[in-house]
């Protein structure tokens, strides 16, 4: 069978709008759920998330409410205000959250913490005896102000790298909620 420039041009664009449209890259359809830890006010612009780490024993508790290794995506709308409340329940373990770039692979060692948005990372994130303490909570505030495909990552060293991130979208459609696999 031939195939012709014109054929494989056409595929390409139809992978495109594919991936731009979807807010999960290679997900053609999702379901945006709300969870309890979710609140949304889209008149103030505002996405309020309680973030937990070793409530769930997924992954040896090494987890953001319970989802690891990018099997949950949240979504929120582009310029609006995030507020996160990180909650380490995690009774042995410092951990950390921010948002950070989602690598084709994670170190196990992050040399150097660049949030994606200024303010987006909790303090010492990658420190393990002065990162969120076991029991602690520490609330970080930012502004989603552009859109793209982030992760919600733990930079205690090894932690991303044995599965602590999910995925964090920015909209530009306004989408906002939760996608589990």
Not at 28 to 33: G, P, V
Not at 44 to 71: C, D, H, Q, R
Not at 99 to 127: H, K, M, Q, R, Y
Request: net charge negative; with cysteine.
């Amino acid at each position: 069978m031939i195939i012709s420039n014109r054929t494989l041009a056409m595929v390409g664009v139809g992978i495109a709008v594919l991936f731009a449209t979807s807010p999960v890259l290679g997900q053609s359809s999702y379901d945006l759920i709300t969870p309890d830890w979710m609140v949304v006010d889209n008149d103030a612009k505002t996405v309020t998330l309680t973030v937990e780490s070793g409530s769930a024993e997924a992954n040896n508790g090494w987890n953001f409410n319970g989802f690891i290794n990018g099997e949950a995506t949240l979504v929120v709308p582009v310029g609006y205000n995030i507020s996160l409340t990180f909650v380490n329940k995690d009774a042995v373990m410092s951990h950390s959250v921010g948002i950070g770039e989602l690598p084709e692979t994670f170190p196990p060692i992050f040399e150097t913490v660049v949030p994606v948005f200024e303010g987006a990372v909790t303090s010492n994130p990658t420190d393990m005896s002065s990162a969120t303490a076991s029991g602690a909570t520490e609330t970080i505030s930012f502004v989603a102000s552009k859109a793209g495909e982030f992760a919600m990552i733990c930079y205690i060293p090894a932690h991303a790298l044995t599965g602590m991130w999910i995925g964090f979208t920015v909209s530009e459609a306004g989408e906002v909620g939760l996608i589990t696999k």
